[in-house]
């Protein structure tokens, strides 16, 4: 193959009276790059990256063949590539322990002399508050107005620390509390699908690119923007200019064709898809839609799809440009300008796509007809566990009779609810809530949701008593679209009044439950159920009463909230009795998807995006009311419980020392499959008697006041404390308990997890942790990384990990090693043994090596190989660093260093 000069595969675009400078890929093919047409447009932006930032150093011609060869033999091209993502999205909960780790690299620089100005973004940065606000009001008109109040009062110390990194960092802006979540304000107002730069000359255009510190940032990916959710260690690193280093990926083609039946929506489809790609295997691969049945789809759909790649496990889940691209960017009041923009770049680099144009080669294929999607659930424990919605009450029969649950012949008991006049039983659904980015993003489910509220009030249905029901709108445009279509009254009277504006109950912000429903439902071990229209329902996560948890659409939110219980079937049973007295069935109030879309198109107006995000970063009078305290480096408050200087560049000297060999190391933990990161890094409430809960108590912070885990990620003493916490986990040193419990070796005392790890490390012990498939699935928690290592864990051994937590371990010095034969299974644990790995002095990236066990107990040793899953040449320089930040502090500090020299 002949090499590409990229210089001369610069061409203009002129698109009205503008002229921009572009990179062509079909200048490329005619230079060389044969066969690239043919590639799916994810791996075009791909090469697009690779062409406009060819340096000969961190992109050389080489990589732009592999992409090449890519289109050659479909995918099988083992080599590594640097992307540099166009900017960067963050979310509160991510977002601060990553400016808490800017602020902390300042200091740094300073200690080793270097300029702290240095540590700054050199990519666009937008940071979104929206996962801190909580749903302690609920079910009348002032919930959210006492929510908001409340959100401030907890989280004062973290928005006085935003509001410095907004003023003291260049290229980075914070989005107010209130506005919306991240992932609805990206794809509404500030992702672009084609970006624009200046350098000498015309302005350059070139795909818009994103990696967030959010793992469902996919959903921009219906936006033809390729993205991903990165751990807050990466985001870093490429907020600081660092490249991102990746694998070529395999690329899934999704072939979609058809239209959705009457009756069943996006959620039903992006369910059914999930389960799909989960079935399929597509961790750490690209997955692309095309087909005809694209043409059916709006783009809010294709978000919604997007949206859930974590869920199914893949890198991202992307969407071409079509025509519905540039519909939408007018529809959202984009300019003008850029909306022709997008089109003319589109079509001139190939990336646009019709219905009849030939398909893409991709590495393997499957496809759906959307005609056969039926109403769905997914549920009790995983987004992947689609369940038909006409089998739904009697799977969750099965589960409570079999292993899921465990409790066979408590279906019918009932237990007294202290001082109310009902009771509650098993599966009796006691959260109902319309929230997370995946659906309130799409006015179609939520426009259906309204229509079944306002139906529901017509015909007298009332929720039962003891459903707490909250509407947490993606953005204030879904507000105004409610209101103008006069849903948002019958919505209320039913109390799905507005709680705020951001993510809470996917991700445990749901809130207390009432006292009397709390105690009741723990003193009776009730398995109480939820209903959210939202991506996450893993165990532990969405309220520590509740254990079975279901996603669904919002309208089948609504729906539930009115049956009050998983054990009816409301495809049969009735919801309630009407205000004539005769039952009332899900068909009766269910509208047509006529109704739907007549409404969608009357009332979602491009005037109210214009006025909503007019001044998106002014907030309201709480935001303003802000004083910004410290300069170029932040004056850390020793006594704040929120915000804290993290330990990880203390006595950090210019040169790395020498990685050694994990010996006579003690296993921390044994755990099983699908381990997410809800489970290792601390998420949601916690209790006074944990480690974290004790350690607030110590510093006089009372329980009402511990907020959740995420609202604390700023402070490492607090997270530290959490990790491996989760009181749905299960440590296999210890099967008889459930929660963060071990066994402390050779004492044999059980402990927590956190107090077994200290004194592991007063006797100068390092730790390994074992785990089965799919260690790491969920979030893109860098905590999950960043607590395991401030435990003292130096090795996770596992039968496979997810994507972005393998990615966060190296990032933090952690080594995560695949098991080659069978996991720990056949090793026969008790958690006494001792383990060493040795090759570490001369590491490769996938070297496979040796782990050595002994038992004290009966003298037995064991070894068995693993595989090194650093797999790049630039994460072994990470590792050796000890991590990513300390690479890149080095690599900033090197020239002042050398200077003073």
Known sequence: MASVDTLKTRRQLTVGDKTYAYYSLPAAEEAGLSGISTLPISMKVLLENLLRNEDGDTVQPDDLKAIAAWAQNRGSVEHEISFRPARVLMQDFTGVPAVVDLAAMRDAMTALGGNPDKINPLNPVDLVIDHSVMVDHFGNAKAFADNVEREYQRNIERYNFLRWGSSAFNNFRVVPPGTGICHQVN???????????????????????????????????????????????????????????????????????????????????????????????????????????????????????????????????????????IDYLAATNRAPERVALVEAYAKAQGMWREPTDPDPVFTDTLHLDMS??????????????????????????????????????????????EGENFDIGNGDVVIAAITSCTNTSNPGVLIAAGLVAKKAVEKGLKVKPWVKTSLAPGSQVVTDYLKSAKL????????????????????????????????????????????????????????????????????????????????????????????????????????????????????????????????????????????????????????????????????????????????????????????????????????????????????????????????????????????????????????EVEGGVTKHFPSGEQMS??????????????????????????????????????????????????????????????????????????????????VTIRGLTELAPRKQLIVEMYRPSDGRIARFPVRCRIDTPMELEYFKHGGVLNYVLRSLAKPAAMAAE
């Open 187 to 325: 794809l509404e107002y500030l992702a672009q699908t084609v970006w624009t730069n200046s350098d000498e000359g015309p302005e350059v255009a070139y795909p818009d690119t994103v990696v967030g510190t959010d793992s469902h940032t996919t959903m921009i990916n219906g936006l033809a923007v390729l993205g991903w959710g990165v751990g807050g260690i990466e985001a870093e690193a490429a907020m600081l200019g660092q490249p991102i280093p990746m694998l070529i990926p395999e690329v899934i083609g999704f072939k979609l064709e058809g239209a959705l039946s009457e009756g069943t929506t996006a959620t039903d489809l992006v369910l059914t898809v999930t389960q799909m790609l989960r079935k399929k295997g597509v961790v750490g691969k690209f997955v692309e839609f095309y087909g005809p049945g694209l043409a059916n789809m709006t783009l809010e759909d294709q978000a919604t799809i997007a949206n859930m790649a974590p869920e199914y496990g893949a890198t991202c889940g992307f969407f071409p440009v079509t025509q519905a691209t």
């Open 372 to 417: 056969t999607v039926v109403p769905s659930l997914a549920g009790p424990k995983r987004p992947q566990d689609r369940v038909e919605l006409n089998n739904a009450a009697a799977e969750f029969k099965a589960a409570m009779e079999g292993d899921v649950f465990a409790k066979p012949g408590t279906l019918g008991d009932r237990f007294k609810v």
């Open 488 to 735: 948002d009254k019958s919505l209320d009277a039913l109390g799905f009044n507005l709680v705020g504006y951001g993510c809470t109950t996917c991700i445990g912000n749901s809130g207390p439950l009432p006292e009397a429903i709390s105690e009741s439902i723990q003193k009776n071990d009730v398995v109480a159920t939820s209903v959210l229209s939202g991506n996450r329902n893993f165990e532990g996560r969405v309220n520590p009463d509740v254990r079975a948890n279901y996603l669904a659409s919002p309208p089948l939110v609504v729906a539930y909230a009115l049956a009050g219980s998983m054990q009816i079937d409301i495809t049969t049973e009735p919801l309630g009795e009407g205000k004539d007295g005769k039952p009332v069935y899900l068909k009766d109030i269910w509208p047509t998807n006529k109704e739907v879309a007549d409404l969608q198109r009357k009332h979602v107006t491009s005037k109210m995006f214009a006025s909503r995000y007019g001044d998106v970063f002014k907030g309201d009078k709480n935001w303003q009311a802000i004083k910004v305290k410290g300069g170029q480096t932040y004056d850390w408050d020793m006594g704040s419980t929120y915000v804290q200087n993290p330990p990880y560049f203390e006595g950090l000297e210019m040169e790395p020392k020498a990685v050694t060999d994990i010996v006579e190391a003690r296993i921390l933990g044994v755990f099983g499959d699908s381990i997410t990161t809800d489970h290792i890094s601390p998420a949601g409430s916690f209790r006074a008697a944990t480690p974290a809960g004790k350690y607030l108590v110590d510093r006089q912070v009372p329980p009402s006041e511990f907020n959740g885990y995420g609202a604390r990620r700023g402070n490492h003493q607090v997270m530290m404390r959490g990790t491996f916490a989760n009181i749905r986990i299960r440590n296999r040193i210890t099967p």
């Open 753 to 834: 997890i956190y107090d077994a790890a200290m004194r592991y490390q007063g006797e100068g012990r390092p730790l390994v942790v074992f785990a089965g498939k799919e260690y790491g699935t969920g979030s893109s928690r860098d905590w999950a990384a960043k607590g395991t290592k401030l435990l003292g864990v130096r090795a996770v051994v596992a039968e496979s990990f997810e994507r972005i937590h393998r990615s966060n371990l190296v990032g933090m010095g952690v080594l995560p090693l695949q098991f080659l034969q069978e996991g720990w299974h056949k090793l026969g644990l008790t958690g006494e043994e001792i």
